[in-house]
């Protein structure tokens, strides 16, 4: 039993020195290195190991240290049992030139240290790269307020998990993304990479260097572990960062012969869109104008408002404005766009003035000016259907031969008219009390012609400002048997006046309201036309 004991304890002192730690071994995944590219640095030790037993500080001087895994793995082969712990550690190199790895000291077992070089970005090293970063600006000059594109491609050579592209950093500029990123593919030299392109606006503030530092990319990578003795490889997350140069621009001022509202583009033109169907415009009938400003190479909201003047005799009712800048074959454009409703009060001709709009062309280095020509139109009295009674002069020409008979017809068909228009005044009277209960004083006139009433009421009741301004108008024309323009309804009383400019207020604003029925009935409604004065002169245009 003693001598049993012994050779145990003697085979576990012999076997013991077999998982003592004896080597330390340090590599990494690829030499030379492009600045602001992560590699892996792989430390392998033959021992079962804590993960605090390796000390890493000492590469914070030199490196950007990364995420730091651990794994330990046991190994028997014909009984022979071999234990190994590894670390794997991102770093970056902060410099260029040669960098020096130093040895790593586990229990009195150190390492071999590395000589890494590390290379900028752009060198002939760029083909081994996996990720960077390529820009073009589209002008190494440029003007306060002028629009330089930046545009960037990030390149990728292998499968990204996550990641951020972040905008270049600037200071005494505006800076935004334009449209949507772009994501594509490029080969370069034999090897396939993906591409993003996204593109950036930056526009100068004040004159002087504008220093634009790169936009930068920071995410992870899925790349392709080197075999250990296996037979298949796996791939393995890693981070990757790569920044593009910085850029210096030169940015000039506004020059001093430079006259009217500052704007930079490569070209800039005025576009109308206008009725040119119609030769010839009715008094009330709005007439719909757009202009356009539009301008490559430009923000915007650098683009300048338009006034648009018009003569007396024409109300504009514009909307508002309508901005929006888009990529158009790799060119930046910019639009401004205002839709106005013009509406001619009184008949005539008129003459909208010629409108410019001044901008600097920088590659000319001079002033230059978008124009729209000026435009004649003439505008006629409305052509409503109204029935007209004819002339005294026209019954003249017959009474020589059979005055009586004619004249008899004539006051026979008088008479069925006011007969005709006494059943609708009767008519009247039963409806409004359905819409007016509130001013039961007031006094209806009984030549209201229901049928022009009810079409006002079922404009309102729908909203529809259009319909409520013509149904007004044919009514008006109806009841004082001549052709009524807008302008001659709101003389004929100032509480008409007001419900008038509400309702064309109300069609042509940008915020649709609702119709103030009542109001506008009211109006309509208070206005008095003494019948008798519309017979006497009847009958005095057929007695002379």
């Known amino acids: 039993m003693v001598i049993r004991t012994f050779f145990s304890l003697l085979l576990f002192i012999i076997a013991a020195p077999v998982f003592a730690l004896s080597q330390v071994q340090a590599t990494i995944d690829r030499n030379p290195i492009v600045t602001g590219e992560y590699f892996v640095l792989d430390i392998i030790a033959d021992d079962d190991l804590n993960a605090g037993a390796l000390d890493t500080s000492v590469l914070l001087d030199d490196f950007i240290v990364g995420r730091t895994s651990v794994g330990r793995s046991t190994k028997m082969v014909n009984f022979d049992t071999t234990k190994e712990t590894r670390w794997q550690v991102l770093l970056s ?27 900028p970005q752009g060198s002939t090293a760029d083909e081994v790269q996996n990720v960077f970063i390529n820009i073009n600006t589209s002008a190494s000059e440029a003007y306060v307020g002028q629009l330089i ?66 936009a930068s990319f920071s995410g992870d990578v899925l790349v392709e572990a080197p075999r250990r003795g296996g037979m298949f490889g796996f791939n393995e997350s890693r981070p990757m960062q790569t920044e593009a140069e910085r850029e210096v621009i030169q940015i000039n001022s506004t020059p001093p012969s430079y006259q009217g509202k500052w704007l930079v583009s490569d070209i800039a033109v005025l576009k109308e869109t206008w009725p040119d169907d119609i030769s010839e415009f009715e008094v009330g009938s709005p007439i719909t104008r757009t202009i356009s400003l539009i301008a490559s190479n430009t923000d915007d909201t650098s683009l300048p408002d338009i006034d648009i003047p018009l003569a007396d005799g024409l109300k504009a009712y514009p909307e508002k404005p309508l901005r929006q ?28 003035p010629e409108i410019n709009v001044p901008w600097w062309n920088p590659h000319l280095k001079k002033q230059q000016f978008a124009t729209l020509p000026a435009r004649t139109i003439n505008v006629i009295g409305s052509t409503t259907a109204t029935t007209d009674i004819p002339p005294a002069d026209s019954f003249s020409a017959v009474q020589a031969s059979g005055y009586w008979p004619l004249l008899s017809a004539v006051l026979a068909v008088l008479w069925l008219i006011t007969l005709v228009l006494w059943r609708k005044a009767a008519s009247v009277n039963r409806t409004l009390p359905q819409f007016n209960q509130d001013n039961k004083n007031l006094k209806i006139p009984r030549k209201t012609a229901t049928t022009g009433l009810n079409a006002i009421i079922h404009a309102c009741d729908r909203n529809d400002s259009s319909a409520a301004i013509i149904a007004v108008q044919a009514y008006f024309s109806e009841r004082l048997g001549k052709l009524m323009t807008l302008t001659q309804i709101s003389g004929l009383s100032e509480q008409l006046a007001l419900a008038m400019n509400k309702l064309q207020a109300d069609k042509y604003s940008n915020k649709p309201q609702a ?13 008095q036309q003494p019948p008798l004065a519309n017979k006497k002169s009847i009958i005095a245009e057929l007695n002379p």
């Open 93 to 119: 190199p902060k410099s260029v030139g040669n960098v020096t790895i130093p040895a790593f000291n586990i229990k009195g077992i150190s390492s071999n240290p590395i000589t890494l070089k590390v290379i």
């Open 149 to 214: 594109t930046y545009k960037v491609k990030l390149y990728l050579a292998v499968e990204l998990q996550r990641g951020v592209l972040s905008a270049p950093v600037i200071e005494g500029a505006q800076i935004k993304q334009i449209g949507e990123d772009k994501d594509g593919s490029e080969i370069i030299d034999g090897r396939r990479f993906r591409v993003i392109e996204r593109t950036y606006g930056i526009i100068a503030d004040l004159p002087g260097e504008l220093v634009i530092n790169g």
């Open 325 to 352: 800048t888009f990529v158009r074959d790799n060119q930046v454009v910019s639009q401004y766009s205002i839709t106005t409703a013009i509406v001619p009060t009184k008949p005539g001709t008129y003459t909208l």
């Open 515 to 527: 119709i103030d029925k009542k109001s506008l009935m009211d109006a309509i409604l208070a206005y």
